[in-house]
């Protein structure tokens, strides 16, 4: 979702701009959360640290509905302004200081790698959803030659299916998976 279709959302009831910005960032956010986290904080901390990011947000935004900038780039500096302060408690809490040097590598990740890895995130969340909208068993046999590489005669006897017709399935399914693809709006190359 673009920030314009965003922007045209945040016309109409806050629920449902909330909900859309809430799905097309969550991972950005956590991936920054736990970034500057992971050094000092649980699990939970960074699921409450992604709550608080997106409270911000949503306040943020609605204070200021003539905000005209880049959204990711609010969202990044709201998310990686709240991680810090969260930071800085846990670590003054647990009577713990941190050295900016062990800290720093996580600074030193761009904005593109931080980018780069929630892009990723996304697309394989993307990716595995259209897997299991393929049905069984053209899902298991994708999952069971590409993730696990097993072959087509390993997946023919671990099915009970012959191998040519684990072949066919997988031939099918890789133009059903194309086509699942392109309408979730991803443009690969095959």
């Given at each position: 979702?673009?920030?314009?279709?965003?922007?045209?959302?945040?016309?109409?009831?806050?629920?449902?701009?909330?909900?859309?910005?809430?799905?097309?960032?969550?991972?950005?956010?956590?991936?920054?959360?736990?970034?500057?986290?992971?050094?000092?904080?649980?699990?939970?901390?960074?699921?409450?640290?992604?709550?608080?990011?997106?409270?911000?947000?949503?306040?943020?935004?609605?204070?200021?509905?003539?905000?005209?900038?880049?959204?990711?780039?609010?969202?990044?500096?709201?998310?990686?302004?709240?991680?810090?302060?969260?930071?800085?408690?846990?670590?003054?809490?647990?009577?713990?200081?941190?050295?900016?040097?062990?800290?720093?590598?996580?600074?030193?990740?761009?904005?593109?790698?931080?980018?780069?890895?929630s892009e990723r995130m996304e697309l394989k969340g993307i990716l595995?959803?259209?897997?299991?909208?393929?049905?069984?068993?053209?899902?298991?046999?994708?999952?069971?030659?590409?993730?696990?590489?097993?072959?087509?005669?390993?997946?023919?006897?671990?099915?009970?299916?012959?191998?040519?017709?684990?072949?066919?399935?997988?031939?099918?399914?890789?133009?059903?998976?194309?086509?699942?693809?392109?309408?979730?709006?991803?443009d690969a190359e095959w």
């Open positions: 979702m673009t920030d314009i279709q965003l922007r045209e959302l945040m016309k109409g009831p806050s629920e449902v701009w909330q909900r859309a910005l809430y799905d097309e960032y969550c991972i950005y956010v956590y991936t920054i959360a736990s970034n500057n986290l992971r050094s000092c904080g649980t699990a939970e901390d960074i699921e409450e640290c992604v709550a608080d990011i997106f409270i911000d947000i949503f306040r943020s935004l609605k204070s200021e509905k003539a905000y005209s900038g880049d959204l990711k780039w609010l969202i990044s500096t709201i998310a990686k302004r709240s991680s810090i302060d969260l930071f800085r408690r846990l670590s003054l809490k647990s009577n713990r200081t941190v050295s900016m040097d062990d800290v720093a590598p996580f600074y030193g990740a761009s904005e593109n790698e931080l980018e780069s890895t595995m959803d259209c897997v299991k909208k393929l049905g069984d068993p053209d899902s298991s046999i994708i999952i069971r030659h590409y993730y696990y590489g097993r072959s087509s005669v390993e997946i023919a006897s671990e099915l009970n299916i012959t191998t040519s017709s684990v072949q066919k399935r997988m031939q099918r399914a890789r133009k059903k998976l194309k086509n699942l693809l392109l309408k979730a709006g991803v």
